[in-house]
């Protein structure tokens, strides 16, 4: 097989992509043209782009009246990056036993961790919502925060135990025998080595917390730990919808966890690796 | 300052016994070279005495006092990998100081020791890369170095010179024989490639699935082989194994090293018929089949020709032969 590509499967292979990448941008694409627009443009032609005639900010600015919606900001960014942290450090550390120490029942903790990956937490709710009355958590972030890291830690530990298994044995001896903590091994030595891991792992994990509209619904409906989403959802009544409101609480709530993805994706990309063991 | 002793050491994974009663005693500033097949479970020894990992069974004494429950960087050894397994975050000056900086050794001392070891090594203008901006065999100098740096009792060496190319592989071998000549230290290899052993070693430890096969000096191994295995394995090429009876010794196999056969085209004990001719300059291998004894190998000296299908006569010097019984062992 030669190493470059014909021109044909070239053109194919970015039709294809091209076409899914428009696919996949044209909702977002849609909300964010509608939400510079007035309510009547956004219904007479909704595909429209934003120019002078139909131009209108009055979504952005119900936006900044109503509501506390930098509040709501707040409390997305605090459950979202607190979530974040708890599943990556624990996920990480049971990641780092499961792969790095022989005992009994290894593979059956690892089996147990990674089940919560086929069952949905929402099937729990209920029973979720009970103890979160009896401890007195309801409408509090802490909540929000300990259900969602229950949420990503399967995936996590699933995904960075078989990284951390391809982690050099040698180096980790090594660290050893230099009288390296195992604490020091794993946050100084590994977990740099599985970087890349564990961005992926924090998109996968971020993305379904911030737009997740059940459990802050349900945990913390109440003003001041409302998060974005719940937020947005004042603008959609019975029978009024603001959608210039809506459209444009979502187009704000879009930039947050695109910069984190971008964040992420440059870990992605970059990676120490190179130079520790051949 | 750093003998060995180990106690009829085993070690299971689970039901499978990789490290059978292991005895030995390496004497202070000895440089005892663990060779075996792959799988033979030197590397587990090693790692055994490192402290990575516990034996099931059996005493690991240092200097006589029993280390079994101290932890690996406690024991005062340093280890070098096959891998390298250098810090990648660090520079090379500090990751010949990390095992110093841990132990809390004053900062003068610190940077003493490694200007000292940087020295012996030549790595003085390397000091401030990261490992990621060496060479291979830079890389594995600096593994040596960040053992040096903390003056240990025992220097652990896990094939070490695995991962380096040929040219690289003597000269970093030359370069370790130096090092323990110039510290006096003990030290335990492990490789799987006899020259290293046999160019390194005071003393061979053979090993074969778990167990000790044969100890000695590399000329005892090459002189005094206990059986076939240790016969076979030690010499390069490998020793010849001939039948016995058939040539009216005693039941069982005879073993002659390819330096101490005669080939001759006009008159000798087996005749045989040569399938493949390696010349290397110095010295010329001989392949020659015979319908009993199989492949044998002859090794001359200096260039000779030999044709592909050609008929010779092989002679054993019958001095240097060695007998084994049907169980492979030596008969004396």
């Known amino acids: 097989m030669s190493a470059r590509m014909s021109t044909g499967r070239t053109v194919a292979a970015h039709a294809v992509l091209l076409t899914y990448t428009l696919i996949a941008l044209f909702p977002v694409f849609v909300i964010v043209i509608n939400s510079f627009k007035s309510r009547k443009a956004i219904f007479a032609d909704p595909l429209a782009l934003p120019l002078p005639g139909n131009f209108d900010l009055i979504g952005y600015q119900t936006v900044m009246k109503q509501g506390d919606f930098f509040l709501y900001f707040q409390n997305s960014l605090i459950v979202t990056a607190a979530s974040l942290f708890f599943v990556l450090l624990f996920g990480a550390m049971a990641a780092f036993a499961l792969s790095e120490y022989r005992f009994r029942g290894n593979t059956l903790m690892g089996l147990y961790l990674a089940l919560g990956i086929m069952i949905p937490i929402r099937l729990g709710t209920v029973a979720i919502l009970e103890i979160m009355v009896a401890s007195g958590l309801v409408n509090t972030l802490t909540a929000l925060i300990l259900v969602y890291t229950a949420q990503g830690l399967p995936l996590a530990v699933f995904i960075l135990s078989e990284f951390m298994k391809s982690v050099s044995n040698d180096l980790k001896n090594a660290g050893r025998i230099d009288g390296l903590s195992e604490y020091r091994i794993f946050f100084s030595l590994v977990l740099p080595l599985v970087r890349p891991a564990m961005a992926t792992v924090a998109v996968f994990t971020m993305i379904p917390i911030w737009n997740d509209l059940w459990f802050p619904l349900i945990l913390a409906p109440s003003e001041e730990v409302k998060t974005v989403t719940l937020g947005a959802q004042v603008f959609i009544g019975q029978f009024v919808t603001n959608w210039n409101a809506v459209l444009a609480a979502l187009s704000l709530a879009i930039v947050p966890v695109l910069v984190l993805y971008l964040i992420f994706s440059r870990q992605l990309i970059r990676g120490i690796t190179a130079g520790a063991v051949k | ?332």
């Open chain 2, 1 to 332: 300052m750093g003998a060995l002793e180990l106690k009829s050491i085993s070690k299971s994974f689970g039901s499978t016994e990789v490290i059978k009663a292991v005895d030995l005693k390496v004497e202070d500033g000895e440089f005892c070279v663990f060779v075996g097949p792959s799988g033979c479970g030197k590397s587990t020894l090693l790692r055994i005495i490192a402290g990575l990992e516990d034996a099931t069974d059996g005493d690991i004494l240092l200097d006589g006092k029993r280390v079994n429950d101290v932890a690996p960087a406690k024991r005062e050894l340093a280890m070098v990998f096959q891998t390298y397994a250098l810090y990648p975050h660090l520079t090379v000056r500090d990751n010949m100081a990390l095992a110093l900086k841990q132990a809390g050794k004053p900062r003068a001392e610190i940077t003493a020791s490694t200007d000292k070891a940087a020295a012996m090594l030549e790595l003085g203008p390397l000091l401030d890369r990261r490992p990621a901006e060496l060479s291979g065999g830079q890389r594995q100098r600096v593994a040596i170095g960040r053992a040096i740096v903390r003056t240990p009792k025992l220097f652990l060496f896990d094939e070490p010179l695995s991962n380096l190319d040929a040219a690289l592989r003597v000269a970093t071998r030359i370069e370790i024989a130096r090092l323990h000549r110039d510290l006096k230290a003990t030290m335990i290899y492990v490789t799987h490639d006899q020259v290293e052993a046999m160019t390194l070693a005071d003393r061979i430890v053979v090993l074969r699935s778990g167990r000790v096969e044969q100890v000695g000096t590399p000329m005892e191994l090459y002189n005094n082989p206990a059986n076939t295995f240790v016969a076979g394995f030690i010499g390069s090429p490998q020793m010849n194994f001939l039948d016995a009876a058939s040539l009216g010794f005693a039941p069982g196999q005879v073993g002659v090293r390819p330096e101490h056969l005669t080939i001759s085209r006009e008159d000798g004990e087996i005749a045989a018929e040569v399938s493949h001719v390696e010349k290397l300059g110095g010295e010329t291998l001989v392949y020659a089949r015979h319908p009993q004894h199989g492949l044998l190998t002859v090794r001359l000296f200096g260039e000779h020709e030999y044709a592909v299908s050609e008929q010779v006569h092989l002679t054993l010097l019958l001095d240097r032969i060695f007998q084994f019984d049907t169980e492979g062992q030596r008969r004396h």
